[in-house]
């Protein structure tokens, strides 16, 4: 399965790929992590990822044990993006 790619910090290199956007909310669907994000431009995006990159994200986030990661901000590139 090919998976979509997320960051929590902006990324360093080819920033004309990746789009920003804001978590509505992060899931879990067939053993995948599923985030939907909220893009600039209004439009509700669902990215599929594996759950490692998952807590990977959510630990870069620098969430306290209790906050939702709802609101954060997020760099994404769908699968082919």
Excluded at 55 to 71: F, I, K, M, N, T
């Amino acid at each position: 399965m090919a998976h979509d790619r997320i960051h929590a910090r902006k990324p360093t290199h080819d920033l004309e790929r990746w789009s920003v956007g804001t978590i509505a909310a992060v899931s879990e669907r067939d053993g995948h992590a599923v985030f939907e994000v909220t893009a600039e431009d209004g439009e509700s995006i669902e990215l599929v990822v594996t759950l490692a990159i998952r807590d990977l994200v959510l630990r870069r986030l620098d969430l306290a044990a209790d906050e939702s990661p709802v609101g954060a901000r997020v760099w994404y590139r769908t699968r082919g993006g």
